[in-house]
């Protein structure tokens, strides 16, 4: 990258030292291995800290954290988040560098770079493994680039850690660590991706302008252009995978060590002589300012062949929200050709503006309709997931949430967790890529057969630690996973067993499949035994605990998160490297926040230009939103 880049000024006159970032992705079978490079250089006359909030997807298993300056590199350890800390500042208090990485929720990330010396450069790598899946021969593999604005609901108060914008509220408490400023962040992106599939694939990009490279048994991706602007997902679809085969068994042991498994299933529960029965549909469609422009058309559009989707005795409704909700009727209304015209009508005259609270109107409909199948359109913009998922989850009897996440900025948290808990799913649509498909894949899956009641048994081997527990509906068609560990090798059987429902159906029948099981006394897949440790972690953050055994809790997460390395609410990445002589920092580094882009296709920021720097959303009273460094528009395309 060009080094005139660094060291454009912000707003305040502070230095930005983030040249680039470089994304190197592996996509193949049934995952990708990435990684995130961040490349810093100070050039400013002091040594200088550089904080830079970034993201990475929901499901990504952090493998590896990585400093490289003045010609070494130094890997990164987890350790207890509240020691990291104090690691991280005792070493830039004594004049050495540090990296630092915190998790501040599940898909938002901080950087800190202390010490950078004077004109020299530094590198931080971020290394991730995440799941990806084919669908109809189409595999959908995307990275998000920047923690777009988000509504932050509640009354100020607390006090700051973090260096973003907004303020603390009762609702959302870090609020300064998720809400990074908005300014003149003119470094670039780089990508190459190469998909490892055995033979070329139709690579394509509804996001950004791409250059395909076709080699004998992979293909490899590029920009079109050198660089471009963290200002959108990228988004890649690989057409002509033809189902990337899945293991259905895999398993890590060393000798002398416990060994850790993982079985996965690809159900197919359909039965010709039953179909699914009439539903309940609830609709929910986001209108607030951060959805308006193209993401409201797509979610327009996206509702209206929904509602096309909908089959007799089907009843409905439709619910639109900002900071306020209205609903399309008092009732459900059965579906017809004259309900669909009038909800036509309704959809069609909805514009975007205001405030993102989504909790009024998910608590409206799963008490209206605790058993409904419920449909989310939203670009997943709100502060205070973790209190949406309670309530949702508190409310629901057999609801299933089904999201489409819509936009150039998809916040997925808290939609893979609504999809998680209730056993629903999300599709993602970036605009210019192809709403129907995901449409009637989405209700597929609605009306899909599926094994709730789920339990599991072993017979012949001795497994433990099982997760995820309890374990998740089997739905027809949808891969469906179970990890465990054991002790001894050794030869026996699978038994998963469940109530059978077809959707709409009261009275369910009875399920079992069974599986032979394999545990081998050596096997070197290590990212098995990595995704076990996740899996379990991700069970102890959502169990609902309080007093003591919270603590308890907290402490079994901390302990598997250091042994396994992982990073979660309380464990943090940090690396230092030790100083002598010249290399020593004196005095303590100014800290320079990082700015980011102007999220594409956000047309409140365009109506925004010339007038305050954030436009005003309409918020409940006491409630703040983040404010902006500057209204600058992306110099990179």
Known sequence: MNETRCGLSTKQGQQVPLLGVEIDGHVYGAHAQVRVRQRYRNAEPKPVEAVYTFPLPTDATLMGFQMTCDGRTLEGVVKEREQAFRDYDEAIASGHGAGLLDQERPNVFTAQVGNLLPNEETLIDVTYVEPVRADEGVLRWAVPTLVAPRYIPGTPRGDRTGHATAEPTDRVPDADRITPPIGDARYGLRLEVVFETGKPVRVESPSHAISVIDEPTRTRVHFAQDQVALARDVVLTARGVDGAPLQTFAAHREEGKPGTFMVTIVPDLFTPERSAAPQDVVFLIDVSGSMEGASIA????????????????????????????????????????????????????????????????????????????????????????????????????????????????????????????????????????????????????????????????????????????????????????????????????????????????????????????????????????????????????????????????????????????????????????????????????????????????????????????????????????????????????
């Open 298 to 637: 797509e979610a327009k559009s996206a509702l209206r062949l929904c509602l096309r989707h909908l089959r007799e005795g089907d009843r409905f409704n439709v619910i639109a929200f900002n900071e306020r909700f209205t609903t399309f009727s008092d009732h459900p209304e059965v579906f017809s050709q004259a309900t669909l015209e009038r909800a036509d009508a309704w959809v069609q005259s909805l514009s975007a503006d205001g405030g993102t609270e989504i909790l009024a109107p998910l608590r409206h409909a799963l008490r209206a309709s605790p058993d409904a199948t419920l449909v989310l359109l939203t670009d997943g913009q709100v502060g205070n997931e973790k209190e949406v998922l309670e309530q949702a989850l508190a409310l629901r009897r057999r609801a299933r949430i089904y999201s489409f996440g819509i936009g150039t900025n998809v916040s997925d948290a808290l939609l893979r967790d609504l999809a998680r808990h209730s056993g629903g799913a999300v599709e993602f649509i970036h605009p210019g890529e192809r709403v129907d498909e995901k449409v009637v894949a989405q209700f597929a899956r609605a009306i899909a057969p599926r094994v709730d009641e789920m339990s599991v048994q072993f017979d012949g081997v001795a497994v433990s630690d099982l997760t995820p527990a309890p374990p998740r509906a089997l739905v027809d068609g949808e891969p469906w996973v179970i990890f465990g560990r054991y002790d001894r090798p050794g030869r026996g059987r699978l038994e998963v067993r469940g109530a059978r429902y077809i959707p709409g159906d009261t009275a369910p029948e009875r399920f079992s499949l069974t599986l032979p099981i394999e545990l081998p006394e050596r096997a070197d897949t290590p990212w098995v035994q990595r995704l076990w440790a996740r899996e379990r972690v991700r069970d102890l953050e959502f169990a609902d605990l309080r007093g003591r055994r919270a603590e308890s809790n907290r402490q079994r997460i901390v302990d598997l998160a250091v042994e396994h390395q992982l990073m979660t609410a309380f464990t943090s990445f940090v690396v230092i490297e030790h100083r002598t002589g010249a290399r020593l920092a004196t005095g303590q580094p100014e800290t320079r926040v990082v700015p980011v882009n102007v999220p594409a296709g956000w047309a409140m920021f365009d109506r925004a230009k010339g007038s305050a720097p954030w436009p005003s959303l309409p918020v409940r009273p006491g409630a703040k939103p983040a404010p902006v460094v500057a209204a600058a528009a992306p110099p990179l395309t």
